[in-house]
């Protein structure tokens, strides 16, 4: 029995200048307690380095003012992955037009978090300065070529992928240290970077339409941009589902169920299904990356697990030809232009306004494609560098050495050299890790914590009691309106992707939060409802790509909600009804 009381075993000490900690908005990174492997390869001292890096160029902070060696804008308690919410605070104290206050709504929404404290340096001109001018370089970008050449780097870092099964151990270890600590820290740097530099054009849009009195316009306005790269997946899925819809015997197969289906259509001498599986064996080769909780060491990726694609394919292949992605697009950019030139003519005795508004709009566009596609570069060389262990994994349950593959999360990054040593010697290790894992990640870890005031570990509740009350009918839940649209359906939740082949058409995806590897649902959905999310999240940038109905935020929406109960989603108003 192991003594979960304890720090978990990649737990780190909590910041003494910065001392207040949130989960908000973490869902879409980690959702369950973070793997050994995950915080010390990927999360954890790497991330942290870049990120400091990010906030210095972004010119928020000095270098000096963090820990060197230590931990300070994230945060492990007890597996669970916090952002430092005191830092956050620090940020809004030294932006321009931001304060303190909206840090708190931006991460915590409703939620009350400890009252503000200032620090003598939080508010220092030296800082506005410098952000100002990074204010100034944003919305005078007219591209970021900067993304485009992470992504060729990206494409050829896939394109030369050794045979990893012809690798020794060691040189899988190689590889794997290789592409982390050379080709992923500037990616991961430019992405980091890239979200407060996102937030900077969000604000601008929200301040240039301001005296237009219509705050539904922020959102309508960032909709059908186009070439949005969390989305592509989309457009590649439902030319395959409109395949399968068209054959009588690829239907026959997928009719049978996901399970099975990919060894039963590569068996098959069918024409169409030769031609189905080539088609989407180029899917998984452009973006097998993605996944669920994208940044994890053991996370299920289209590559390695292809029955999620396959099923999300199958909710595709049920849907009518309307809900093609690419008309979708077009229908979304001509009412975008359309609201535009609204928006000019009411703007049109107000030249300089409407100047403003052009340039901003500009900047809104370079910045969603190029966030989006920072990830899908960052993601992409991960998988490059974690591949290699999850051949390591598999070799060593293919041997016995492992229960099963995926034990390689268990062991730390740096206790790699000393697994390939001695692989059997952490029998025991891996199975105490596991227990204790399993065990943390059935609690519900606190939204806020502060430095010195953990509530122990025995006193979090447990997720599956949840003490959140059932939404009853006529009650209206509120969230963050992340892409306009009203639809009327029954509530399907959906707790990870893999249920995804649950999900009817006509139905309303509710769902605990999203990522990338999410997003294919979404052309299956007649609205979106979830659990957390910002207006630059993944689901806000894709469901406005779409033109899925979108509301983000709606505490315990998978909760609250009761599977199959008829919901309205008002996107624009950020509601959703309970009928």
């Given amino acids: 029995m192991v003594d979960i009381t304890r720090p978990w075993v990649v737990d780190n000490e909590l910041s003494a200048r910065w001392p207040i900690y949130t989960r908000g908005n973490v869902g879409e990174v980690s959702s369950t307690a973070a793997t050994p492997l995950f915080w010390s390869m990927v999360g954890g001292p790497p991330a942290e380095r870049e990120w400091k890096q990010a906030l210095a160029e972004f010119g928020a902070f000095d270098l000096d003012e963090f820990r060197s060696d230590v931990i300070d804008i994230q945060g492990l308690v007890h597996g669970y992955v916090y952002l430092n ?16 206050d909206l840090m708190d709504r931006t991460y915590l929404g409703d939620n009350e978090a400890p009252p503000y404290v200032p620090h003598p340096d939080d508010d220092r001109p030296e800082y506005t300065d410098r952000i100002l001018a990074t204010v100034q370089r944003v919305l005078g970008e007219t591209a970021r070529p900067d993304v485009d050449e992470h992504r060729e780097l990206a494409e050829k870092l896939r394109s030369q992928r050794p045979e990893l099964s012809e690798l020794s151990d060691k040189e899988l270890v190689a590889r794997e240290r290789g592409v982390m600590s050379l080709e992923y820290p500037p990616l991961l740097r430019t992405h980091l970077r890239m979200v407060y530099e996102g937030s ?42 409109r395949e399968v819809a068209s054959s009588d015997s690829l239907t026959a197969e997928f009719d049978k169920g996901v399970a099975g289906l990919d060894e039963r259509l590569r068996a098959s001498s069918d024409p169409a299904s030769i031609a189905f599986v080539a088609g989407f064996d180029e899917l998984l080769y452009r973006f097998g990356s993605r996944s669920t909780q994208e940044w994890e060491a053991n996370a299920k990726t289209w590559e390695s697990f292809p029955a999620i694609p396959l099923g999300m394919i199958d909710r ?68 490059e560098a974690r591949l290699c262990l999850v051949e390591l994994g598999r070799r060593y349950a293919e041997h016995g050495i492992f229960e099963r593959p995926d034990d390689i999360v268990m062991v730390r990054e740096d206790e790699l050299d000393a697994l390939v040593d001695d692989p059997g010697s952490f029998a025991e290790t891996i199975a105490e890790r596991w227990e204790w894992w399993k065990k943390l990640s059935e609690l519900e870890p606190p939204l806020i914590v502060e430095r010195g005031k953990v509530p122990p570990v025995t006193e979090w509740s447990k997720r599956v009691n949840s003490t959140a009350d059932v939404a009853v009918s006529g009650e209206v839940l509120t969230g963050l309106s992340a892409c306009a649209g009203v639809a009327t359906g029954r509530a399907r939740i959906i707790e990870d992707p893999e249920d995804g082949v649950d999900l009817e058409p006509g139905e309303i995806l509710v769902a605990p939060w999203t990522d990338p590897g999410w997003t294919p649902l979404f052309t299956s959905a007649e609205a979106v409802v979830v659990n957390v999310g910002s207006s630059m999240s993944h689901a806000a940038i894709v469901s406005r790509e779409l033109g899925i109905p979108c509301v983000l935020g709606v505490k315990d929406a998978t909760k609250r909600i009761t599977d199959g109960v008829m919901l309205t989603v008002d996107g624009a108003a950020g509601t959703v009804t309970v009928h």
């Fill in 85 to 100: 919410l005191s830092n956050m605070r620090t940020f809004g104290a030294r932006m321009p037009g931001a304060t303190p």
């Fill in 316 to 383: 595709m292949r049920l849907q009518p030809g309307s809900k093609d992605p690419v008309e979708q697009g077009k229908r979304l950019r001509a009412e975008r232009e359309a609201l535009l030139d609204d928006v000019r003519a009411r703007l049109a005795d107000k030249p300089d306004q409407l100047a403003a508004l052009e340039n901003v709009l500009r900047s809104v566009t370079v910045y969603s494609i190029a966030r989006e596609q920072s990830k899908t570069n960052t993601i992409r060389v991960l998988h």
């Fill in 200 to 241: 900077v054009v969000t604000g601008a849009l929200d301040e240039a339409l301001a005296p237009l009195g219509d705050p539904g316009l922020t959102v309508r306005l960032m909709s059908g941009l186009g070439n949005i790269a969390s989305a592509a997946p989309n457009e590649a899925m439902w030319r395959l589902g």
